[in-house]
């Protein structure tokens, strides 16, 4: 069995914990979730960063040393994590006496190894970053984080021969496409590495300016800068270098956000390959939660404390929040007419009212029971056939931090099964007496949501184990519900026949607040397709010899125009044509209850795997247009830019099948 590492920040604790370190630490509990369910061992590390100028500031602001400063604060962090279902990880402190001598080592090392030199220095210090920056790294003369100028200091330093190792750094990024995701923080990276702004990194603070450090085993005057201690914690959490731990776990992942990318992707490689150690395999970056437009801020007075939001709305639908909309690598708001919604739409409105409806009718016709399935309609096959795709995209969409894509693929299938209940109409069927029917569309409902149960574990674990238990499955919040969810996508079996299961389910009430008109993300009604009258549709107009329209297209009236039926939509599956270079296929959903396929000639413009979980604009009412042997049942709308074409879709997030008016 391999084992699965990856790491949070190490949070500096100079403020309480916020929004920002409890994502950061939930996409590690629920990775680790995931790939247990994969059949892996996997555990994370998270932990506090204590030494350093602004921790001796604050402390010196609340009264305290250090030592007490960063015992209460650390203490915070640690006690947050169960509240908000966080598990299997190993909180480790840079106070800590074994990451103090691992830490001593390792520099010890790189010393030797003649990687770390003595010099006098003039810098532009920002005690903010507590770091030195080049001239070239200013901008207008300001630290480009805090915007704030930084104080010139001359004094003498260790310094780490690190732009001996940027060349290296360049060339494993290139050669790892996936070494840094998402995609523009590589690219980032690999600009900041041309810009020629990096220099040589200084790693030491001399004990006349601050004594609040690991010390230099080479020299007891200065202290360790706090960049390079924090960095090592990834390590020396695992033990010592020759350690089992160690051995069976590294290299592992991190997981950062975006104002950190710079140490994590440029001065720990360096550190990693200056003291002989494998580099990591991911850097996965995160953008920043906003409120009000705007980064949270203690100062500012728009920092969201997650224990409020638990206590308020319950910790799996604030998980679910979280998860859903951040589309990892962006920035995302947080406010909680947003997560009022979330909780009213996906989750009442959808998942919650699919299992009301579905065991409250199989209480009702079969006493709780699950029932013996017949003979498949077609119906039923397709129902089948999405549950696995649905699964299979949240796999492999989960498994490359793309979980706001993951969830929607998934929704696809909860949003399916509400409309087949609609259509297959159980209360009709037992109406009528069909009870072999009957039995057969409860039991592909029941077995359906199972698997919607299994996938949500690592993001909403209690949630995840009440729908098991309603459905006669035993889970518990820690164990994964199955070893291996690739079994359950090869097979839409697991849930036999004469399990019992809950009378009744009310796993999300909606939650009603004032304004809350304001804040539902009510679904439009089904508006039925107007079938277009071609003597109505203008012809475009004729082209000049250049192949250029010769003049404007003609006009149409409104009421041509009203012909047209275009909705937004999500892709759920994209592949290239077996039998055309240029045509991508794609399964989209739009609300319709099967996805629909249309065929685009969008192959050199974008991959597959990137335009998975996008939502698109499209006409859904063109005649059915046969490309290479495969139907394409509608025309997804793009733009055209110097001979590129771009794919269109809404500005904001909405449901699928939303009309375009």
């Not at 949070?8 to 247990?36: C, E, K, M």
């Not at 220095?121 to 200013?138: A, D």
């Not at 953008?287 to 799996?316: C, F, H, Q």
Request: include cysteine.
């Amino acid at each position: 069995m391999s084992d699965f590492y990856v790491t949070t920040p190490i949070y500096y604790v100079n403020a309480r914990p916020h929004l920002g370190h409890a994502y950061s630490t939930l996409v590690a509990d629920a990775l680790v979730r995931f790939h247990r369910m994969q059949g892996e061992n996997a555990f994370f590390v998270t932990g506090s960063d204590e030494h350093g100028d602004k921790i001796m500031r604050s402390a010196e602001k609340n009264g305290q040393t250090p030592r007490e400063f960063v015992d209460a604060i650390s203490g915070e962090f640690r006690r947050l994590w169960p509240e908000l279902g966080i598990d299997n990880y190993r909180f480790a402190r840079t106070t800590d006496d074994d990451h103090v001598r691992f830490v001593q080592k390792i520099l010890q090392r790189v010393y030797d190894a003649g990687d770390i030199y003595f010099a006098e220095f003039s810098g532009h210090y920002c005690y903010g970053c507590e770091r030195f920056y080049t001239e070239k790294e200013l901008e207008n003369g300001l630290c480009p984080q805090h915007l704030a100028k930084p104080e010139f200091i001359s004094e003498k330093n260790y310094f780490f021969r690190m732009s001996k190792y940027l060349p290296w750094i360049k060339s494993h990024i290139e050669e790892h496409p996936d070494f840094i995701r998402p995609e523009r923080y590589r690219s980032e990276v690999l600009a900041m590495l041309d810009a020629g702004v990096l220099e040589d990194l200084c790693i030491s603070r001399p004990k006349s300016r601050l004594t609040w450090g690991i010390e230099l085993p080479f020299d007891t005057d200065y202290v360790c800068y706090v960049w390079f201690d924090a960095l090592l914690t990834y390590l020396s959490a695992l033990g010592p270098l020759n350690c089992e731990d160690f051995k069976r776990c590294w290299p592992g992942e991190h997981l950062v956000a975006k104002d950190i990318l710079k140490p994590h992707a440029v001065f720990w490689p360096a550190i990693l390959k200056a003291a002989g150690l494998p580099v990591y395999t991911h850097l996965n970056v995160h953008g920043y939660w906003l409120s009000r437009n705007t980064k949270m801020s203690k100062s500012l007075g728009n920092v969201v404390d997650p224990l409020e939001m638990v206590k308020k709305y319950a910790i799996d639908p604030f998980r679910y929040f979280l998860f859903r909309e951040m589309h990892f690598g962006s920035d995302a708001s947080f406010s909680e007419e947003a997560l009022v919604g979330r909780i009213n739409a996906d989750l009442a409105n959808d998942l919650g009212n699919l299992f009301s409806r579905v065991l409250s009718m199989t209480a009702k016709y079969f006493s709780s029971h699950v029932p013996q399935p017949c003979k498949r309609h077609e119906a039923d096959d397709a129902i089948v056939e999405l549950c696995a795709s649905s699964m299979r995209n949240f796999t492999q969409l989960f498994g490359k931090i793309q979980f706001a894509q993951a969830l929607e693929c998934l929704w696809v299938l909860v949003r399916a099964l509400n409309k087949y209940v609609d259509s297959q109409a159980p209360w009709a069927l037992y109406k009528q007496g069909n009870m072999e029917r009957l039995a057969t569309v409860m039991y592909i409902l029941l077995a359906a949501m199972r698997k919607v149960a299994l996938c949500l574990w690592p993001v909403m674990p209690v949630t995840s184990c009440r729908m098991l238990d309603q459905l006669g499955q035993t889970a518990d919040v820690k164990t994964p519900p199955v070893p291996q969810i690739n079994d359950e996508i090869a097979s839409f079996e697991g849930l036999y026949a004469g399990t019992e299961v809950a009378a009744q389910s009310n796993l999300f009430p909606r939650v009603e607040t004032e304004g809350a008109s304001e804040v539902k993300k009510a679904k439009p009604k089904e508006q039925k397709a107007v079938k277009p009258d071609r003597k109505q549709v203008a012809p475009r107009a004729e082209k000049n010899d250049e192949g250029t329209p010769a003049d404007v297209l003609p006009e149409i009236d409104f009421e041509a125009f009203k012909t047209v039926d275009m909705r937004v939509g999500t892709i759920i599956e994209a592949s290239k044509h077996p039998d055309a270079d240029r045509i991508l296929v794609f399964r989209i959903d739009f609300g319709e209850g099967a996805p629909r396929q249309i065929l685009s000639g969008l192959a050199e413009y974008y991959t597959p795997a990137e335009l998975v979980g996008r939502q698109v604009c499209a006409v859904l009412n063109l005649k059915p247009r046969k490309i290479r042997g495969l139907v394409s049942n509608g025309m997804v709308l793009t733009a055209l830019q110097d001979d590129k074409l771009t794919l269109i879709g809404p500005c904001t997030e909405m449901p699928n099948g939303s009309s375009i008016a």
